[in-house]
């Protein structure tokens, strides 16, 4: 079956780190890689599109990897502030998937002082 | 300012009653989307439009029902037959115009609860 795993346990880091945060899937051929940030009691907001055929995507302190041999990709946020505490979503686009995105269930993030 | 407003943010629904969720864009953007989340278990699409009149099922449509009359609405009614209603539901939409990258817009959802 289809799957798409992001780690469930919250990642809590100190101020000024790095935070890596990972997205695994199987049995999936993504054309497509979305990551997305939700604040609580609110929607999604996208961060960053990487294509299969793109090794790393950055954005300002947002960094993406997608490796389609380990099927995975990487999402780090350098010189990490309180402010980036949130769940971040990540989000499959499939070739021949209808122009729908599969979400993972997403890992919160905690920066603290 | 572009975006998509869901109504109400909250909504308490009364057993063997239907209530309608709101979802207004005005991005110009073909595709819309309603997803349904629960704790733990992430975004989990109820049902999809690219055009208007015209909608597809998701992965957990039963006790759900959409309509696509306008470019711009696309309401959710929550059935009666929809056992296990309390969630937070999300409405998103994307443009299908250039590439086929484009991000999702998401509204800022509304919270069902059973009274």
């Known amino acids: 079956s289809q799957k798409i795993e992001q780690n469930s346990e919250a990642l809590n880091i100190q101020e000024g780190k790095t935070a890596t945060l990972t997205c695994n899937y199987t049995n999936y051929s993504p054309a497509y890689l979305q990551w997305y940030r939700q604040d609580p009691g609110r929607g999604p907001v996208f961060l960053l599109l990487i294509r299969e055929n793109e090794k790393e995507k950055r954005k300002e302190r947002l960094k993406v990897t997608f490796d389609t041999t380990l099927k995975q990709s990487l999402f780090h946020i350098t010189a990490s502030q309180p402010a980036d505490s949130a769940t971040y979503l990540c989000?499959?686009?499939?070739?021949?998937?209808?122009?729908?995105?599969?979400f993972g269930t997403g890992t919160q993030l905690k920066v603290e002082l | 300012d572009g975006g998509i407003t869901q109504s109400p943010k909250y909504l308490f629904r009364k057993e063997g009653q239907n209530v309608t969720l709101s979802c207004e864009q005005n991005l110009n953007h073909d595709a819309m989307y309603w997803y349904r989340q629960d704790p733990g278990q992430g975004l989990r699409l109820i049902y999809y439009s690219q055009i208007v009149n015209d909608f597809q099922k998701g992965d957990i449509a039963e006790g759900y029902s959409v309509s696509r009359e306008k470019k711009e609405s696309f309401p959710l009614t929550v059935t009666s037959a929809q056992k296990n209603p309390t969630a937070f539901y999300l409405c998103?939409?994307?443009?299908?115009?250039?590439?086929?990258?484009?991000?999702?817009?998401f509204g800022d959802g509304t919270r069902l609860s059973i009274l």
């Open positions: 989000a499959l686009d499939i070739t021949g998937g209808g122009n729908k995105l599969t």
């Open positions: 998103a939409s994307r443009s299908l115009l250039g590439e086929r990258n484009q991000p999702q817009h």
